[in-house]
């Protein structure tokens, strides 16, 4: 606690210390700081584009300034006309009105219409129609069949033999390509 007292008191005493130096610093520094009677608060702004109570044109003559209850907007004198001119070219040109853009695929439109439409209703059907209704038109036969052998659709059988035949003579050429690889890779395994 003592320890604590006496460090805030040498902390103190060097804080004062640095106080006094930057004060004693601040008088020889460069720059000035202004005080708040010095500064000026800005009331109004005011653009005086022509001083002295009359307009100097790129002659240097003193044109009177015109009345600003005068509604009459056209120059009198040849030094306004001058000046009008010089104002219209500053200004930039006014946009035109842009023209009416072409449409080329208006005869590409499609054209809808709706398409006839063609029932074809015989006779015999009931009008009073229900979808879910079910309607028989396969004749219903109680008897089975016979299987007719004769008359033979599909895939036509192969001879047994020759199946065989075939099935032997491709397993040889298997056989004859595994033994061929299986020297060339002795012959370059010595080698």
Not at 23 to 33: I, L, V
Not at 90 to 116: C, G, K, R
Not at 135 to 141: E, L, Q, R, S, Y
Not at 163 to 168: D, G
Request: glycine content about 4%.
């Amino acid at each position: 606690m003592i320890t604590e007292l006496v460090m805030n008191r040498i902390r103190q005493l060097l804080l004062a210390i640095v106080g006094v130096l930057k004060r004693a610093m601040c008088c020889f520094s460069r720059r000035r700081k202004l005080s708040a009677s010095e500064c000026e608060v800005l009331s109004a702004v005011s653009v005086d584009r022509y001083p002295a109570g009359g307009r100097t044109t790129a002659g240097g003559k003193n044109v009177p300034e015109k009345d600003w209850n005068s509604w009459d907007d056209s120059p009198r004198t040849v030094e306004e006309h001058i000046e009008r001119y010089r104002e219209t070219l500053a200004q930039p040109p006014s946009p035109t009105e842009p023209q009416p853009e072409v449409d080329y695929f208006q005869d590409m439109a499609p054209q809808i219409s709706s398409q006839p439409k063609v029932c074809i209703a015989t006779e015999t059907e009931p009008t009073d129609f229900s979808r879910l209704v079910a309607k028989i038109d396969i004749p219903v036969v109680n008897e089975l069949e016979d299987w007719n052998e004769g008359e033979r659709s599909g895939w036509d059988d192969a001879d047994e033999t020759t199946t065989k035949q075939l099935i032997r003579e491709t397993r040889k050429e298997l056989r004859a390509q595994r033994h061929q690889q299986n020297r060339h890779q002795l012959e370059s395994s010595y080698a």
